[in-house]
Protein backbone atom coordinates (compact mmCIF):
# COMPACT_ATOMS: atom_id res chain seq x y z
CA UNK A 1 0.00 0.00 0.00
CA UNK A 2 2.66 2.12 1.11
CA UNK A 3 4.72 1.30 -2.37
CA UNK A 4 1.99 2.27 -4.83
CA UNK A 5 1.17 5.58 -3.05
CA UNK A 6 4.94 6.69 -2.99
CA UNK A 7 5.30 5.28 -6.61
CA UNK A 8 2.36 7.33 -7.43
CA UNK A 9 3.53 10.42 -5.62
CA UNK A 10 7.12 10.02 -7.62
CA UNK A 11 6.00 9.07 -10.87
CA UNK A 12 3.99 12.80 -10.43
CA UNK A 13 7.02 14.40 -9.37
CA UNK A 14 8.61 13.38 -12.16
CA UNK A 15 6.74 14.15 -14.97
CA UNK A 16 5.75 17.80 -13.75
CA UNK A 17 9.61 18.25 -13.55
CA UNK A 18 10.60 17.25 -16.80
CA UNK A 19 7.75 18.61 -18.02
CA UNK A 20 9.11 22.27 -16.47
CA UNK A 21 5.86 22.66 -14.55
CA UNK A 22 7.84 23.19 -11.38
CA UNK A 23 12.10 23.36 -10.89
CA UNK A 24 14.44 21.23 -9.36
CA UNK A 25 14.22 22.85 -5.98
CA UNK A 26 10.80 22.17 -5.63
CA UNK A 27 10.95 18.92 -7.05
CA UNK A 28 13.71 17.46 -4.41
CA UNK A 29 11.84 19.21 -1.45
CA UNK A 30 8.73 17.82 -2.21
CA UNK A 31 10.35 14.31 -3.06
CA UNK A 32 11.99 14.05 0.42
CA UNK A 33 8.66 15.28 2.02
CA UNK A 34 6.53 12.13 -0.18
CA UNK A 35 9.49 10.16 0.96
CA UNK A 36 9.20 10.99 4.88
CA UNK A 37 5.27 10.12 4.63
CA UNK A 38 4.17 13.87 4.64
CA UNK A 39 1.57 13.61 1.71
CA UNK A 40 -1.81 11.43 2.45
CA UNK A 41 -2.93 10.96 -1.72
CA UNK A 42 -1.60 12.58 -5.43
CA UNK A 43 -4.30 15.46 -4.67
CA UNK A 44 -2.47 16.60 -1.52
CA UNK A 45 0.75 16.27 -3.10
CA UNK A 46 -1.24 18.49 -5.92
CA UNK A 47 -2.21 21.79 -3.72
CA UNK A 48 1.36 21.66 -1.92
CA UNK A 49 3.05 21.87 -5.71
CA UNK A 50 0.47 25.00 -6.20
CA UNK A 51 0.59 26.29 -2.75
CA UNK A 52 4.66 26.59 -3.46
CA UNK A 53 4.64 27.87 -7.00
CA UNK A 54 2.52 30.86 -5.56
CA UNK A 55 4.46 30.90 -2.80
CA UNK A 56 7.48 31.50 -4.73
CA UNK A 57 5.61 33.76 -7.64
CA UNK A 58 5.11 36.17 -4.94
CA UNK A 59 8.68 36.02 -3.53
CA UNK A 60 10.19 37.07 -7.08
CA UNK A 61 7.64 39.82 -7.40
CA UNK A 62 8.51 41.19 -4.05
CA UNK A 63 11.67 41.09 -5.09
CA UNK A 64 11.29 42.56 -8.14
CA UNK A 65 9.61 45.69 -6.61
CA UNK A 66 11.82 46.09 -4.32
CA UNK A 67 14.41 46.37 -7.08
CA UNK A 68 12.69 48.76 -8.90
CA UNK A 69 12.44 50.95 -6.07
CA UNK A 70 16.24 50.79 -5.17
CA UNK A 71 16.70 51.71 -8.73
CA UNK A 72 14.29 54.58 -8.53
CA UNK A 73 16.42 55.85 -5.32
CA UNK A 74 19.81 55.91 -6.97
CA UNK A 75 18.42 57.97 -9.92
CA UNK A 76 16.72 60.14 -7.86
CA UNK A 77 19.72 60.30 -5.33
CA UNK A 78 22.18 60.77 -8.61
CA UNK A 79 19.88 63.84 -10.10
CA UNK A 80 20.16 65.42 -6.54
CA UNK A 81 24.00 65.06 -6.76
CA UNK A 82 24.25 66.31 -10.41
CA UNK A 83 21.51 69.22 -9.27
CA UNK A 84 23.94 70.01 -6.05
CA UNK A 85 27.26 69.99 -8.45
CA UNK A 86 25.56 72.08 -10.88
CA UNK A 87 24.64 75.02 -8.42
CA UNK A 88 28.11 74.80 -6.85
CA UNK A 89 29.51 75.73 -10.42
CA UNK A 90 27.20 78.56 -10.86
CA UNK A 91 28.17 80.35 -7.48
Known amino acids: MWMRRIRVLRRLLRKMRDA ?17 NQFKNKRVLLET ?25 RARLAKRAAKEIKGKDDQ
Open 49 to 73: IHTMKSEQAKAKALAEQAEAKKSRA
Open 20 to 36: KKIDKHIYHTLYLHAKG
